[in-house]
């Protein structure tokens, strides 16, 4: 199993960019299916956006669309994910997530079962 840790994660003003990326280590993630996910205080952890192994395949929630955009590089084993015209409503902490899955079948947000520690996104207003 890949280890994940996060990174770019910062205080931004409404309107900003931010450019997350999840880097992993202890093995390829070329056949893992990466997600991003985030919880805000109080609330429970949501899916944000996807993508499958061969990058084909993105998700994103419907709240995300047109706003961010999630890519990877299988070389660099990383997953990143741009976050542009951010919102206050966006602040929480942001995870990487991973999931074993060679096809290009995007896994259920339930499904996925390697986890990084999380990086700290703030909007303000």
């Known amino acids: 199993q890949v280890q994940l840790v996060e990174s770019g994660g910062g205080l931004v003003q409404a309107g900003g960019s931010l450019r997350l990326s999840c880097t992993a280590s202890?093995?390829?993630?070329?056949?893992?299916?990466m997600a991003w996910f985030r919880q805000a205080p109080g609330k429970e952890r949501e899916f944000v956006a996807a993508?499958?192994?061969?990058?084909?395949?993105?998700n994103y929630e419907d709240s995300v669309k047109g706003r961010f955009t999630i890519s990877r590089d299988n070389a660099k084993k990383t997953v990143s994910l741009q976050m542009n015209s951010l919102k206050p409503e966006d602040t929480a902490v942001y995870y990487c997530?991973?999931?074993?899955?060679?096809?290009?079948?995007?896994?259920?947000?339930?499904?996925?079962?390697?986890w990084g520690q999380g990086t700290q996104v703030t909007v303000s207003s």
């Open positions: 997530a991973a999931k074993f899955r060679p096809s290009d079948i995007l896994p259920g947000p339930g499904e996925y079962d390697n």
């Open positions: 202890g093995g390829s993630i070329i056949t893992y299916a």
């Open positions: 993508i499958t192994w061969s990058g084909r395949r993105t």
